[in-house]
Antibody
Framework: QVQLQESGPGLVKPSETLSLTCTVSGGSISSYYWSWIRQPPGKGLEWIGY???????NYNPSLKSRVTISVDTSKNQFSLKLSSVTAADTAVYYC???????????????WGQGTLVTVSS | DIVMTQSPDSLAVSLGERATINCKSSQSVLYSSNNKNYLAWYQQKPGQPPKLLIYWASTRESGVPDRFSGSGSGTDFTLTISSLQAEDVAVYYC??????????FGPGTKVDIK
């Protein structure tokens, strides 16, 4: 059974860079697309972007200038960096796996538990 | 971007009764070459990540009770809970994965017990 676990600081100062890592266990990171999705407290879901195990990426245009997603296949991990954060970036950040191998347009059957990141000085 | 809307915002249904949630996309999510609707449904309970219920608009995820069903095509979709159970109290989201970027979610529908 594939499991995903987010890790990283729960508090980030305004204008700094948010950095999170998702560790995948119970399966290989190969062959799938891996995404970051966030949810501000009490609000809906926003897709941030995805990365393929080969390293190709696609980002939400609304965040593209500030987002970098990378992958480390040797550690079965992928990571999110979001720069120049403001209070509007306060959210629960989820990592998730695409539903079908090699298929970028997909649903999400596997999610991490999520990690709350608060942007505050 | 494809904009997803849901109705109603919330609903309260008696135990054992039917709950119906609607989802509408601002453009068709039906891909003509494979005749598939790129639409998924999720259930989210407080403090938990979303749980996939339905993909391809009507394919139930493994392990999801058969009281959950999805229907619709093109721009209009429905999630039906045929006989509401107490454990179905949650927020339900639709998601389109037809166009990228970005994949987009509906705003959610909260389901409660009447």
């Amino acid at each position: 059974q594939v499991q995903l676990q987010e890790s990283g600081p729960g508090l980030v100062k305004p204008s700094e860079t948010l950095s999170l890592t998702c560790t995948v266990s119970g399966g290989s990171i190969s062959s799938y697309y891996w995404s970051w999705i966030r949810q501000p407290p009490g609000k809906g879901l926003e897709w941030i972007g995805y990365i393929y195990y080969s390293g190709s990426t696609n980002y939400n245009p609304s965040l593209k200038s500030r987002v970098t997603i990378s992958v480390d296949t040797s550690k079965n991990q992928f990571s999110l960096k979001l720069s120049s954060v403001t209070a509007a970036d306060t959210a629960v950040y989820y990592c998730a796996r695409g539903g079908s191998p090699g298929y970028s347009s997909s649903w999400y059957a596997y999610w991490g538990q999520g990690t709350l990141v608060t942007v505050s000085s | 971007d494809i904009v997803m809307t849901q109705s109603p915002d919330s609903l309260a249904v008696s135990l054992g009764e039917r709950a119906t949630i609607n989802c509408k996309s601002s453009q068709s999510v039906l891909y003509s070459s494979n005749n598939k609707n790129y639409l998924a449904w999720y259930q989210q309970k407080p403090g938990q990540p979303p749980k996939l219920l339905i993909y391809w608009a009507s394919t139930r995820e493994s392990g999801v009770p058969d009281r959950f069903s999805g229907s619709g095509s093109g721009t209009d979709f429905t999630l039906t809970i045929s006989s509401l159970q107490a454990e179905d109290v949650a927020v339900y989201y639709c998601q389109q994965y037809y166009s990228t970027p970005p994949f987009t979610f509906g705003p959610g529908t909260k389901v409660d017990i009447k």
